[in-house]
């Protein structure tokens, strides 16, 4: 554990010192404040317009008409973010023939791995941390239940590692930093979309199609919805994209 | 130290090492010699642990190479042909790192990063961005990584190579320098840097092996005869036919800018030709034994090898 440690703290200071890092935040947080101001307005003025009418006014929901739809963006851009945090973990190693120093040093593959992962996912949640300012807003000025912003963050977090673990599979594939974020990329957004083709599916298909995708089970997380089948969706879907990242480095030893 | 025994490696049909055999003994630096694609930096990878080998064993420090490679990768320093290194990290950042990696106890961690950069002279850019030092420094930074857990074997891959003049000589300097216990590999296709700094030398070619030994063995044994080189103030046909007649020479040939002069390995005539040059009034400028050089002993192997 110790040496996955230490290349996390390496993968850090890299992410750091470099101006990826900063400017993948930056607009992250831009663009997320900009969906954020526009739910909060438009949640203010139905309330404007509700308050006439008390019936309706005590439909009104915060965590309904702004933290739902929220998250729901906010999963978009990170599917858009992460392929950018991930490019360069194996790819640029392999560019620079720094692969060499690694593989020869007392270290597994396993923590090579891992130390990687967990970098990325320290900057996920250095992301998600900074968005929980316009959270604050919400809980000064208005009352919005607790329990689903925080599982809509959980779902943020788990979303965000599966992304973060499909990212490292195809930057070990390949030393061209463009080509890992594009196969990334288009990776994400087909797992996003499958659900549209269970549509037209049937039966086994059907149910295969809505498992797989990452929006169906997004979707029951942003409502406050905590089921394990969700988590444990999750959770297999990061170990497979860590345990194929695993094999490309080992077949390309023993090839 | 280091045991090679039937190695061979394939890439598909590729056979890019061929039952390959040697052994370093300790404290000794060896040459892996060859031309380009002889299977020079892939017999390094396979003793380094980082690939496979298709067939054969190899024992580093003790150690089976494929059934104890972490304590192998202990044991070794390795500076790959492309030297690795981060672009973004100063040489100290580099260094701490690396020595983490190594597995350096957290208490001995600082230590052995300052020793290393006053054994292989980085003291003046330690802090520095190492994108932004001359590549003879970058080599060094290549050695230091190498060396900073101190490890009995070395296996340095080119180590000199794409270097200017001057940081050629420093970089042989220090490798030689590094010696003392500790025992070094390093892969040249240049031939001086052989005769100046290793004791032995592993001549391959096309993945094989075409002579292994010390310096002197493989000299010795490729040469038949001795011979002398001499130069006089006086030369020409009738000279070299004077030369002949000494007793005990067996060959004489004009050479440029003198005459070389053989005879049957073990005889001791050298005091013959000199009295022969002084009685004779010829006017002897210089002589020196004619040594096999490596260039004509890397030939002859290597084109041995192409005749098989």
Redesign the interface.
């Known amino acids: 554990m110790r040496?996955a440690w230490?290349?996390c703290k390496?993968e850090i200071?890299?992410y750091f010192?470099?101006p990826i890092a900063y400017v993948v935040i930056t607009v992250f947080l831009v663009l997320v404040g900009f969906f954020f101001y526009s739910l909060i307005w438009w949640f203010n003025s139905q309330s404007l317009q509700m308050a006439r009418n008390p019936y309706y006014y005590q439909q009104l929901n915060i965590n309904q008409m702004v933290y739902s739809p929220l998250f729901h963006n906010i999963s978009i851009i990170l599917l858009l973010m992460i392929p950018l945090l991930t490019m360069r973990l194996f790819s640029e190693e392999k560019k620079?023939?720094?692969?060499?120093?690694?593989?020869?040093?007392?270290?597994s593959v396993n923590q090579i791995i891992l130390g990687k992962y967990f970098a990325s996912l320290i900057v996920l949640v250095a992301m998600l941390a900074l968005t929980g300012i316009l959270a604050l807003f919400t809980f000064v000025y208005g009352n919005p239940e607790t329990a689903p912003v925080l599982n809509g963050y959980l779902g943020l977090f788990l979303v965000g590692a599966s992304f973060m673990a499909v990212g490292i599979f195809f930057s070990s594939l390949t030393e061209n930093q463009i080509v890992s974020a594009i196969l990334t990329f288009g990776a994400l957004l087909l797992f996003w979309i499958l659900n549209w083709a269970a549509y037209s599916a049937g039966g086994f298909w059907k149910g295969v199609l809505n498992y797989l995708s990452i929006f169906q089970h997004f979707d029951d997380m942003t409502k406050g919805i905590l089921d394990t089948t969700d988590v444990v969706y999750y959770l297999s879907f990061s170990f497979f994209g860590l345990f194929l990242t695993h094999s490309v480095i080992q077949s390309r030893?023993?090839? | 130290m280091i045991e090679v025994e039937n190695l061979t490696k394939k890439y598909g049909d590729l056979v890019a090492v061929n039952n390959l055999s040697f052994k370093v003994e300790k404290g000794k630096i060896w040459g892996l010699l060859g031309p380009n694609a002889a299977g020079k930096t892939t017999t390094m990878r396979i003793l380094t642990g980082y690939l496979p080998a298709t067939e054969g064993r190899a024992r580093v420090a003790g150690f089976d190479v494929f059934e104890e490679t972490n304590e192998v990768k202990k044991n070794i320093g390795y500076l790959p042909e492309n030297v690795p290194l981060y672009p973004e990290m100063t040489v100290q950042s580099f260094l701490s790192f690396v020595a983490e990696i190594k597995q350096i106890p957290g208490t001995k961690r600082k230590e052995a990063v300052i020793k290393t950069i006053e054994i292989s002279g980085l003291e003046s850019v330690k802090g520095r961005l190492i994108k932004n030092i001359s590549r003879g420094f970058k080599q060094r930074v290549g050695i230091a990584q190498s060396l900073i857990h101190d490890p009995p074997v070395l296996i340095l891959d080119e180590p000199t190579s794409s270097l200017d003049p001057a940081q050629i000589i420093e970089i042989r300097g220090l490798i030689k320098s590094l010696k003392g216990e500790r025992t070094i590999i390093l892969s040249t296709h240049i031939l001086a840097e052989v005769t100046q700094v290793c004791d032995g030398v592993v001549i391959i070619n096309e993945g094989r092996l075409m002579a292994s030994g010390s310096l002197e063995e493989l000299t010795s044994s490729f040469r038949k005869k001795e011979g002398v080189f001499i130069r006089l103030r006086k030369s020409g046909q009738e000279i070299a036919h004077l030369l002949s007649s000494i007793p005990g020479v067996e060959k004489v040939t004009p050479e440029d800018d003198g005459f070389s002069l053989e005879w049957g390995k073990g005889k001791n005539i050298q005091d013959n030709i000199t009295k022969f040059i002084v009685d004779k009034e010829l006017g002897l400028v210089e002589m020196k034994p004619l040594a096999l050089n490596i260039e004509e002993l890397y030939l002859s192997v290597i084109s041995g090898g192409r005749e098989q």
């Open positions: 040496n230490t290349i390496k200071k890299t010192t470099s620079i023939k720094t692969d060499e120093l690694l593989y020869t040093s007392p270290l030893r023993w090839r």
